[in-house]
C-alpha cells in the first residue's frame, strides 16, 4: 500500500503519480513483461512503484522520501545458485550441438571437469539516466530530450503509455555521456514515467537519476556461472566440450536472450572444437533486469572457454601459449556454429604480438624475478579473441540516413545512430566527406532525432559505423547522381557553384540512404546459417606483478594487436581499443557488485565500488593496428571495433593466475585451482596458498549467514 499524504505537505509539491495515471497502457518492455509502475507486486529492490513531481530538484527529493509504503514480505530468489534449486528459469533454452561429443570423450587422453563464475558490471557512464519530456498542448504530442541509445524504442514505449500513435512522439539525442550497452533499453524505465507525469500536468518535467539511483534501478552486465567437461589429448588437441551456461536475467526478460545467444556463439573464442554440445539457460531473479553491456554476452562465452584452455594446459604441463596456438582455427574452418572463416587474420595478431612484446625473452626474466621473490610475483599471458559482428536478430542489421545540401554548399547530415562519445558521428562525417569529395567543414550532424530517421536500431553490436556509414554513403550516391549533368557542363566549377546551378535547375538537393546487411539469419535448431557478417580479431600479451600478502596487483605492460581492417579513423580506434581494454580491466579484476541475500543492492556508488582509475592502466602500454587486411563487407573496407577489445583484458587476468600459480608452486602446491571473476586482492591473496592461509581458513558455507552474496 502507497500513502502519499504526507508528501503534499512538503513546499512545492505538486502532484504523485502512479499506475492509475498512465493515460495508456502500464505494459511495457522489449517482451511486454514489465510495467511503467509497479502494481499491487514489487519484483525487485529499485522497481519503480511511483513518482513524485514537484517545482524543483530538492522539493521533489524531499516529497519522494516523505511516501510511506508498506509491503508484505515475499521470498526472493536473487542468485544463479537458488535459481537453479527452484527451477527458476526463462522459458526458452538455447543449444549448439556439432559432432560426436561422447566420441570425442573417448577418443580423448584426459578429461577435465570444472566450472567457472564471472560477477556482472555496472555501467558507470558519466551521466545517470535522464529525460526532460516537453507537452506540445495539441493532438497529444509530446517531444523528448532523452540520453537513450534507441530512440526508436523510446518513442514506441512513450507512445504506448499515452496511448497515441508514434507520429505524435518526437525523441531527440544531442549525445550521451557515455552508454555502453546500459542506455538500450533501460533508459525506457524513466522516460515512460517522465512522459506519464509530463502528460498529467501538461507542463515540461526534468528527471536525472542521483548514482546510487540510477545503480540500483537500471541494471548491468549478466553474472555467468559456466560448467564444462573438456577433452583432450597429452599434446593439449582439444576433442570435445560440453558446457552449461547459467545467467542472471533478473526480474524480465528484456535482452537476455541475445546475451545469452551471443555466449553460445561464442564459446570456441578462437579455437577450432571439433566435438560441441551447449546450453544456455536464463536464470528469473528478483533483481533489477540485468541488460546489454559492451560485449553483449561474448566476454562471459569467451572467459570460460580460456578457463578451461588454460587449466588443460597446466594439466599436459605445457606452456599455455603452445596450446592456445595449437588449438587455433586456420583460414576456411568452420566455426562450431557452422559459419566459414574468411580473411582470418588472427595467426598474423598473434604472431605480431609474440613478436612486439619480446614474449619469450620476457618469460625468462619473469621465472628469474619469481625464483628471488617469495612474496611478491610476476605472471604473464597471451589471449587471443574473435568477435562476431551483426546484430543477432537479422532485421536490427539496417539504418537510414538524411542529407540536406543547402545553397551555400553546406551539408547537414542525419543517421540512425547516436553519440555517445565513441566518435561515431566524426566517423559518419568522414564517409560524406569521402563520398561527396567536399571538406569535412562543410559537413554538420545537428542530433539524431526519430523525425528526420525513423525506425532506428539502437546503437549497439559496434555495427553502427558500418550499417548507417553504408546508409550515409547510399544517400551521398544519390546527390551526386543528380549532380553529374551539372558536373559534366561544368567540370572545373567549385562544389558552390555546382549546388548553386543545380538549384536554379530544380534538382533535389535532399536524399534518403538505406543499407541493411545481406544473407544474416541462424537457426540454433538445425544449427545452419550465418550469425555474423564478418569477425573482428585481436591478440593482447599482459603481464602483471601480484603481492602475494595483500592480494594486490599492478598491471605492468601490455601489448595489443588489433585488425580493424582499413580504419576509418586510427585515432578514434586507438581510443576504443583503450577505452575497451581498461572497461574490461575492471570487469575481470576490480568492479565486484554486492547484493544483500534478500536482493539489497550494496555498492551503490564509487566508494563501494571500484572502477578502473588512472594507476590502474598499464605502465606500459601499446596498441598497434595489423595493417594491409581491408575487410571487404563494411564500408570503406573498415571493421567494428567497440566492443572486440574488451574481452583482450582477459589477458590481464589470466597473468593474475599465471603468478598465482607460482606462489602457489613455492608452498609446494601445483594443482590446477578455482580463480572466479572479478580476481580481487581478496580472491588472488586466498589463491596464494600459505602459512597464513592455513591459520585463518575461510568458513565452511552454510555455516554462517552471509552479509552479502554472489548472484
Known amino acids: 500500500s502507497v500513502d502519499a499524504s504526507e508528501a503534499q505537505s512538503v513546499p512545492g509539491f505538486v502532484?504523485?503519480?502512479?499506475?492509475?495515471?498512465?493515460?495508456?497502457?502500464?505494459?511495457?518492455?522489449?517482451?511486454?513483461?514489465?510495467t511503467v509502475f509497479a502494481e499491487d507486486v514489487v519484483t525487485c529492490v529499485g522497481h519503480i512503484i511511483g513518482a513524485v513531481l514537484a517545482d524543483t530538484q530538492e522539493h521533489s527529493r524531499r516529497a519522494a522520501k516523505a511516501v510511506k509504503i508498506k509491503y508484505e514480505e515475499l521470498k526472493p530468489i536473487v542468485t544463479i545458485q537458488e535459481a537453479i534449486e527452484k527451477q527458476s528459469f526463462l522459458k526458452s533454452i538455447k543449444r549448439i550441438k556439432k559432432g560426436d561429443v561422447k566420441k570425442g570423450f573417448e577418443e580423448s587422453d584426459h578429461i577435465l571437469e570444472g566450472?567457472?563464475?564471472?560477477?556482472?558490471?555496472?555501467?558507470?557512464?558519466?551521466?545517470?539516466?535522464?529525460?526532460?519530456?516537453?507537452?506540445?498542448?495539441?493532438?497529444?504530442?509530446?517531444?523528448?530530450?532523452?540520453?537513450?541509445?534507441?530512440?526508436?524504442?523510446?518513442?514506441?514505449?512513450a507512445a504506448n503509455a499515452l496511448g497515441v500513435p508514434s507520429n505524435r512522439v518526437v525523441v531527440r539525442v544531442k549525445r550521451m555521456g557515455g552508454g555502453f550497452g546500459g542506455k538500450e533499453t533501460r533508459s525506457t524505465v524513466l522516460t515512460t514515467a517522465v512522459v506519464v507525469a509530463a502528460f498529467k500536468t501538461g507542463r515540461p518535467v526534468r528527471c536525472m537519476l542521483d548514482r546510487d539511483e540510477d545503480m540500483l534501478i537500471s541494471g548491468g552486465r549478466h553474472p555467468f556461472l559456466g560448467r564444462y567437461k573438456v577433452g583432450f589429448m597429452k599434446n593439449g588437441k582439444v576433442k570435445s566440450l560440453e558446457v552449461s551456461y547459467y545467467c542472471n536475467g533478473g526480474n524480465s526478460v528484456d535482452l537476455s536472450y541475445g546475451v545469452m545467444d551471443r555466449a553460445l556463439l561464442h564459446l570456441d573464442n578462437c579455437y577450432n572444437i571439433p566435438n560441441v554440445s551447449s546450453v544456455g539457460i536464463i536464470c528469473?531473479?528478483?533483481?533489477?533486469?540485468?541488460?546489454?553491456?559492451?560485449?553483449?554476452?561474448?566476454?562471459q562465452g569467451m572467459m570460460i572457454a580460456e578457463c578451461w584452455m588454460s587449466d588443460l594446459a597446466r594439466k599436459c604441463g605445457l606452456p599455455p601459449e603452445e596450446v592456445r596456438k595449437l588449438n587455433l582455427y586456420h583460414e576456411g574452418d568452420l566455426t562450431h556454429f557452422n559459419q566459414k572463416l574468411e580473411g582470418f587474420t588472427l595467426r598474423r595478431c598473434w604472431d605480431e604480438c609474440l613478436s612486439s612484446s619480446s614474449y619469450h625473452a620476457r618469460k625468462k626474466l619473469i621465472e628469474e624475478f619469481n625464483k628471488q621473490n617469495r612474496w611478491k610475483k610476476r605472471g604473464m599471458c597471451i589471449i587471443p579473441t574473435k568477435f562476431g559482428i551483426s546484430f543477432t536478430i537479422p532485421f536490427l542489421n539496417q539504418a537510414g540516413a538524411l542529407v540536406h545540401v543547402y545553397t551555400d554548399g553546406s551539408v547537414l547530415l542525419t543517421h540512425g545512430g547516436t553519440e555517445m562519445g565513441q566518435g561515431l558521428h566524426t566517423k559518419m562525417i568522414q564517409v560524406a566527406s569521402r563520398t561527396l569529395g567536399i571538406p569535412t567543414s562543410k559537413i554538420f550532424i545537428s542530433e539524431t532525432s526519430t523525425n528526420t530517421v525513423p525506425n532506428t536500431s539502437p546503437t549497439a553490436a559496434s555495427v553502427s559505423a558500418d550499417i548507417n556509414g553504408m546508409?550515409?554513403?547510399?544517400?551521398?550516391?544519390?546527390?551526386?547522381?543528380?549532380?553529374?549533368?551539372?558536373?559534366?557542363?561544368?567540370?572545373?566549377?567549385?562544389?558552390?557553384?555546382?549546388?548553386?546551378?543545380?538549384?536554379?535547375?530544380c534538382v533535389s538537393l535532399s536524399a534518403t540512404g538505406f543499407y541493411s546487411i545481406?544473407?544474416?539469419?541462424?537457426?540454433?535448431?538445425?544449427?545452419?546459417?550465418?550469425?555474423?557478417?564478418?569477425?573482428?580479431?585481436?591478440?593482447?600479451?599482459?603481464?602483471?606483478?601480484?603481492d602475494c600478502l595483500t592480494g594486490d596487483h599492478k598491471n605492468i605492460r601490455t601489448d595489443i594487436v588489433m585488425d580493424v581492417g582499413t580504419s576509418l579513423n586510427p585515432a578514434i580506434d586507438i581510443g576504443q581499443i583503450e577505452g575497451a581494454f581498461v572497461q574490461g580491466l575492471g570487469l575481470f579484476t576490480m568492479e565486484e557488485l554486492r547484493y544483500s541475500p534478500e536482493g539489497n543492492l550494496y555498492t551503490r556508488g564509487p566508494g563501494m565500488y571500484k572502477i578502473p582509475a588512472f594507476g590502474d592502466i598499464p605502465t606500459e602500454f601499446y596498441v598497434s593496428l595489423l595493417r594491409d587486411c581491408p575487410n571487404s563487407k563494411a564500408v570503406y573496407s573498415s571493421k567494428a571495433v567497440g566492443e572486440p577489445p574488451l574481452f583482450l583484458s582477459a589477458s590481464v587476468f589470466y597473468a593474475i593466475k599465471d603468478a598465482i600459480y607460482s606462489a602457489r608452486k613455492d608452498s609446494g602446491v601445483t594443482e590446477p585451482f578455482r580463480l572466479d571473476s572479478p580476481a580481487t586482492p581478496e580472491r588472488i591473496r586466498n589463491a596464494c596458498v600459505d602459512i597464513f592461509t592455513k591459520m585463518c581458513p575461510s568458513a565452511e558455507p552454510g555455516t554462517f549467514k552471509p552479509w552479502s552474496v554472489r548472484v
Open 15 to 34: 502532484c504523485f503519480i502512479s499506475a492509475k495515471d498512465v493515460p495508456g497502457s502500464n505494459i511495457t518492455g522489449i517482451a511486454h513483461d514489465e
Open 115 to 157: 566450472e567457472m563464475y564471472l560477477g556482472g558490471q555496472e555501467h558507470f557512464y558519466l551521466e545517470t539516466h535522464c529525460t526532460l519530456a516537453v507537452p506540445k498542448g495539441e493532438d497529444g504530442e509530446m517531444e523528448l530530450f532523452v540520453s537513450t541509445q534507441n530512440p526508436m524504442k523510446t518513442q514506441e514505449f
Open 284 to 299: 528469473k531473479t528478483n533483481l533489477p533486469s540485468n541488460t546489454a553491456f559492451r560485449g553483449f554476452g561474448g566476454p
Open 471 to 505: 546508409a550515409v554513403h547510399n544517400a551521398c550516391q544519390t546527390i551526386l547522381k543528380r549532380l553529374e549533368p551539372i558536373k559534366q557542363s561544368n567540370p572545373k566549377g567549385s562544389w558552390e557553384h555546382w549546388i548553386k546551378a543545380a538549384y536554379e535547375k
Open 518 to 546: 545481406p544473407n544474416l539469419g541462424y537457426d540454433f535448431e538445425k544449427n545452419e546459417g550465418k550469425p555474423f557478417c564478418y569477425f573482428s580479431y585481436g591478440v593482447a600479451c599482459s603481464e602483471v606483478e601480484i
